[in-house]
């Protein structure tokens, strides 16, 4: 089966697609846009992505894609932590950094670590951590660092001169099996933290008391919801669309009857899945 990640190797969605599909064929994407539309055109059976950050929040591309192609569910979440490094090319020292490569979030992540030890010097975006560990290696006659995992360091033949950089000791990020399947993934050899629906929820106008009116719905059947989240529908200021995690096991009388009812408050459901959790080693 063929399984699209967000790439290149190395990257901290391919340590978590590894362990999710041990004996799959993973292929790289350059962009989470291309891991939808992997899935999306039939090339792949599913893709993984990242979904949230502990300290950065969640990835709103990822949330905008969820929303743009509704044939595209969610069959699992997993949660890694996350430890990055600063590195080097071997031929390299560190007086010699001119610059710091990596992904926004990763840069974010270890903003105030970088900002101690290396202030003054320029941060650069790049498509993610391990491209930017990538360019790092062939590039020694450039005076540039990258942040990035151990797993990209060895890869590329780096040399790490600071470890555990980022800001916070308990850095998790969540990734998203997606698919067009509508399967539910199962794992005997993850850990499993839990289960959860999730939904996309679009008010049908904005109008005073109507995420109220959503909420109520779950309130009263006493659903515990473990994110809300809204975004921008970019159709105008004051246009949004939800994002909601509903905790515990789908059960078609309780779960059913509060999608029933959010149909006939005219709210537009897209309903993601009932899926499970699971832990993954860093």
């Known amino acids: 089966m063929k399984i699209a990640f967000l790439g290149p190797h190395a990257s901290f969605t391919q340590l978590a697609t590894a362990q999710l599909f041990p004996n799959d064929e993973l292929l790289p994407q350059a962009s989470i846009l291309d891991c939808f539309s992997a899935v999306e055109n039939g090339d792949v059976a599913k893709a993984v992505v990242p979904l949230e950050n502990s300290i950065e929040g969640t990835v709103s591309m990822t949330l905008d894609y969820l929303y743009k192609t509704p044939s595209i569910k969610i069959e699992a979440e997993a949660v890694m932590p996350i430890a990055h490094h600063l590195m080097i090319h071997p031929d390299n020292s560190i007086e010699d950094i001119e610059s710091i490569y990596s992904h926004p979030q990763a840069l974010a992540q270890s903003f105030h670590f ?114 809300i989240e809204s975004r921008t529908l970019k159709t105008g200021l004051g246009n949004y669309f939800f994002f909601i995690n509903v905790e515990g096991s789908w059960n078609d009388v309780l779960h059913g009857n509060a999608l029933k009812e959010l149909e006939s408050i005219n709210a537009d459901i897209d309903f993601l899945g009932n899926y499970k959790e699971f832990l993954l080693e860093s």
């Open 114 to 227: 970088l900002d101690t030890h290396y202030k003054g010097i320029p941060k650069q975006d790049f498509s993610s951590t391990a491209a930017a560990a990538k360019y790092v290696s062939e590039n020694k006659d450039i005076k540039i660092a990258a942040v990035a995992n151990q797993y990209a360091a060895n890869l590329y033949g780096l040399k790490i001169i600071n470890r555990n950089i980022q800001d916070f000791e308990q850095n998790h990020t969540r990734f998203i099996i997606i698919s067009k399947l509508q399967d539910k993934y199962e794992n005997e050899t993850l850990q499993t933290l839990g289960e959860k629906s999730g939904m996309l929820i679009t008010l049908p106008e904005d109008h005073p008391g109507g995420l109220h009116q959503v909420l109520s719905v779950f309130a009263w059947r006493k659903m515990n919801l473990s994110k």
